[in-house]
């Protein structure tokens, strides 16, 4: 797993670049979300009928900012299962799935 968190591996092929923009695209709708409920559940407060709505809100946005690293370590766990084609590896890099000889 020392794969996981190489920031090489973002843009290692246009593979590897499509999956990092998709998930990006999933973490960016999450997190506007989780705002969005904490906005509303904020103004919510402001009037007593609301405080139970806005508590759910709150639970809610608190719910999708813990869906944020979720993703993040998806996508990590995702790059680093898949494999660099042999064009995309600098000059005289193994295979991804090959072991370094020391």
Excluded: C, Q
Excluded at 51 to 68: D, E, K, P, Q
Excluded at 69 to 83: Q, S
């Amino acid at each position: 797993m020392s794969k996981l968190f190489d920031h090489s591996l973002r843009s290692a092929s246009p593979d590897h670049a499509e999956i990092v923009r998709k998930y990006e695209l999933y973490r960016t709708i999450v997190e506007f979300l989780a705002a969005l409920m904490f906005v509303i559940g904020s103004i919510f407060f402001f009037y007593e009928s609301l405080l139970y709505a806005g508590t759910w809100l709150f639970l809610i946005g608190s719910i999708l900012f813990g869906v944020r690293p979720t993703i993040r370590l998806l996508l990590e766990l995702k790059l680093a299962n898949l494999p660099v084609p042999k064009e995309f590896r600098p000059y005289g890099a193994p295979p991804v799935d090959e072991p370094v000889s020391r």
